[in-house]
């Protein structure tokens, strides 16, 4: 099968469950932005969230990708896979009873004296997603795609309809005083969790996701190899190092604006960024769904002799679409700014510019598959290390000058920088003859046509949207004029 073709189609599945199940789970942000209008209330999930990010990333400590790497150059593939099972099994276990012991001192540190319970249940999503993790990631390496979107979009639905039951339901029915038939929804509502409903549903959620998993963990035959485990982590921990670093670049932003700013303010504008932050998340939402298809794929199309000039298609295509994403949400922008409640609009200005940080994220991620096929780790710890010292200087320096919008521009400046470099130490170790010309061509054209049409006059909502997708759609057709040869082109085969 033309492997292009294969690319796609695994991206289109996982899509299922990253772009349309998790484009679905963000039509909970109006839910929360409209049900908790003090953006305060927003800034607590953000905030938490943002921890998160890093204990996933710590508690998996790089297996998933050693996993790949290690199933694809052996022939034991169900001791690499029962290992590193067991491996974060036990982790996970220490981790969960740590928490569990010092959770009232967590939420103090924290600045959340009075919501130890958050603290426990953020704790256990943590703890049952990283359990998940594994058994996700063996699915991915055999691509049973479907199986995996499945779960990835039931997770989400659940998660959806827990917090439509116990925000867009009980919070309702308790905040309106409903009465008669509505009055049992009213009384399981307990206004002291508030915000903290959004952890309760996400907990039923990756309960549920872990139980529909367990003939993936029933199957396993238990074995731990002590000196594969070795070789594992001896490969994983140069990711674990950079996966921190990568949620430096990712996160810290959200958790430095509780700090850097004044008290009075600091809150309220962590909710609103992370509200507009998450209308840019779109684009990450396709990369997202690239990488869990492109990642496998790459590993098993490394030793083909065309693999190099496939590599450099995929990024031509990847680009191609990440620039027509930017346009799509830009020339929409006029309605899908009603996606955040009115208080939070205010930052709206951060969006192009995560948008486009975004975009230079996934680029980073295509030319960096040079150090993981030629198992020099290492270097993605320099890179994303290089990037976490752009994130921290720039944000300690622009946020308390500029706020969020210095928040978002170091992002960009973090992403962008670490492309680059990527790029030119690629080129030494793994060189690729990617087309630069698209690559840097295709995002100024998409930043080109924003800024020309942000320019015109303000038309009512109707002519703007009809204007703004007439123009998408005829550049999307310039692109496939412009593209024409290369769609007749033939794939490498392998």
């Known amino acids: ?199 309760i549903a996400n907990l039923i959620a990756s309960g549920l996701t872990l139980l529909l998993l367990v003939p993936e963990l029933a199957a396993v035959k238990l074995r731990f190899d ?85 590599y450099a298609l995929v990024m031509n295509w990847f680009i191609i679409a990440c620039s027509l994403i930017f346009l799509g949400v830009m020339l929409n922008l006029g309605w899908i700014q009603y996606f955040v409640g009115a208080k939070y609009r205010a930052g709206i200005g951060v969006v192009p510019i995560l948008l486009m940080a975004n975009l230079w994220l996934g680029v980073f991620f295509n030319f960096s598959i040079w150090y993981k096929l030629t198992e020099q780790t290492r270097f993605g710890t320099y890179l994303t290390l290089w990037g976490a010292a752009v994130t921290l200087a720039l944000n300690l320096y622009w946020i308390p000058r500029l706020g969020y919008m210095g928040a978002a521009w170091a992002t960009l400046a973090c992403y962008g920088s670490m492309a680059l470099l990527s790029y030119v130490m690629g080129r030494r170790f793994y060189p690729v003859r990617y087309d630069l010309r698209r690559i840097l061509g295709y995002p100024l054209l998409a930043v080109s046509i924003w800024q020309l049409t942000d320019q015109m006059p303000s038309l009512p909502l109707w002519a703007e949207l009809t204007f703004s997708n007439s123009l998408l759609l005829l550049i999307f057709a310039l692109v496939v004029v412009l593209e024409r040869h290369r769609l007749r082109e033939p794939a490498p085969t392998r």
């Open 1 to 199: 099968m033309n492997p292009l073709k294969k690319l796609a189609g695994q991206t289109a599945i996982y899509g299922l469950s990253t772009i349309i199940g998790r484009l679905l789970n963000y039509f909970l942000v109006p839910l929360y932005t409209y049900q908790f209008a003090d953006p305060g209330e927003f800034g607590v999930i953000t905030e938490f969230y943002a921890y998160t990010s890093f204990l996933n990333v710590v508690l998996t400590y790089g297996m998933e990708t050693a996993l790949f790497n290690f199933s694809a150059k052996s022939e034991g593939k169900a001791t690499v896979y029962s290992t590193a099972l067991l491996s974060l099994t036990l982790s996970t276990a220490l981790y969960l009873a740590a928490v569990s012991w010092q959770a009232d001192t967590l939420a103090a540190v924290l600045r959340h004296p009075d919501h130890t319970d958050y603290v426990r249940w953020v704790a256990w999503i943590i703890a049952l997603d990283t359990l998940a993790a594994i058994p996700f990631a063996k699915l991915r390496e055999q691509q049973q795609a479907k199986r995996f979107a499945v779960l990835k979009t039931t997770n989400i639905l659940v998660n959806i309809a827990a917090n439509a039951f116990l925000i867009g339901l009980c919070k309702w029915a308790y905040d309106s005083g409903a009465e008669d038939s509505l009055a049992w929804a009213a009384r399981l509502y307990d206004p002291a969790i508030g915000i903290g409903y959004v952890f």
């Open 226 to 310: 002590v000196a594969l485990w070795r070789r594992m982590l001896a490969y994983a921990l140069p990711l674990l190092i950079a996966g921190l670093a990568g949620m430096v670049n990712e996160t810290l932003d959200r958790i430095l604006l509780k700090y850097l700013l004044p008290p009075d303010i600091a809150m309220e504008q962590l909710g609103i960024y992370g509200a507009c932050y998450k209308i840019a998340i779109l684009m990450s939402l396709f990369i997202q769904a690239f990488r869990y298809a492109a990642e496998p794929f790459f590993f098993s199309y490394y030793r083909q002799k065309d693999a190099r000039e496939l």
